[in-house]
């Protein structure tokens, strides 16, 4: 009797873990970029500072960025002093803090490359 209550014990404790893990939360987040004004020939910020300005810039705007890295907006740009290098911003945000990084610039990047 003791073990057939136990056994019954485990299996409902289970099979409430499992329906709890069904129940978890997936929070949606998207891709975002902006240009970090470098221009060919000219010295610009270290990426390092790049990157600490946009995540204070970001945090002002009330935008909770899940991942900000450097990157390359995949075109082909241009060989011209003063010209953009095409170096960006790339962000992960939540998609709710999609208008708020839009209001500072940031847009999901065109699958397309170009």
């Known amino acids: 009797m003791k073990r057939t209550v136990l056994v019954l014990m485990t299996a409902v404790a289970v099979a409430s873990m499992a329906a709890i893990a069904d129940t978890a939360v997936t929070v949606e987040s998207i ?15 270290s990426k390092k500072n790049l ?6 810039e970001l945090s002002r705007a009330g935008v909770r960025a899940v991942e900000v890295a450097s ?3 995949g075109r082909v740009h241009a060989q011209i002093c003063g010209a953009p ?17 839009a209001g500072i610039g940031f847009s999901v990047p065109d ?3 170009g």
């Open 71 to 73: 990157g390359h907006d």
């Open 111 to 113: 699958a397309s490359g």
């Open 31 to 45: 891709v975002m970029e902006r240009p970090d004004g470098s221009k060919q020939c000219e010295p610009g910020p």
């Open 51 to 56: 990157l600490r300005d946009a995540k204070k």
């Open 85 to 101: 290098t095409g170096r960006v911003i790339r962000i992960r945000v939540r998609a709710s803090d999609r208008e708020k990084a």
